[in-house]
């Protein structure tokens, strides 16, 4: 985790009165995402630190359940990821997102240049690691079930099948 994000987070929502606080995510920043937060009538910058900075102890269930409430931020965050990706590039297919998971599920902290799939991931991963506590196996396991999801939408329904299911749900 982040704490000093965190800490900058609560700050503001605290400011604030309210129960939440927005923030603005920018992809721009060669050293990965930047975090703005308005606060004190100004805009404060936040750059994520580095994926191998912000594992956590993790929850290390016995069984990773997507829609669990302890993995579900760890695997919105991957699938709003590659649904990004495919939203900008409008020609992605399953087989590229299976193996930027699978290449990811071994090191998910790897250089993933110039695998833009991989980057979107990794950048999600970094910005949901940041808020949550989660270890390197949790994430493994997250891109190893995601991968299975891939497998099994591309196998019934063809070569965009998963994409076309995430899609339904963001």
Do not use: W
Request: glycine letters at 4%.
């Amino acid at each position: 985790m982040d704490q000093a994000l965190r800490d900058l987070l609560n700050k503001a929502q605290a400011q604030s009165g309210k129960d939440s606080v927005t923030f603005k995510v920018s992809y721009k920043d060669p050293s990965g995402p930047t975090v703005e937060v308005p606060l004190d009538g100004q805009t404060h910058k936040h750059v994520v630190k580095p994926m191998i900075e912000l594992y956590g102890q993790g929850v290390e269930a016995s069984t990773l359940v997507p829609d669990s409430e302890e993995y579900m931020p760890l695997c919105v965050a991957i699938e709003e990821a590659i649904l990004k990706r495919e939203r900008e590039t409008h020609d992605l297919m399953d087989a590229r997102v299976l193996l930027a998971l699978e290449r990811l599920a071994i090191k998910p902290e790897a250089n993933t240049e110039p695998d833009d799939v991989a980057t979107d991931i990794q950048a999600g991963l970094r910005l949901c690691l940041s808020l949550n506590d989660y270890s390197r196996r949790d994430v493994q396991r997250a891109l190893r079930k995601i991968a299975k999801s891939v497998q099994r939408h591309t196998r019934a329904d063809g070569p965009y099948g998963y994409l076309r299911f995430i899609a339904k749900f963001f």
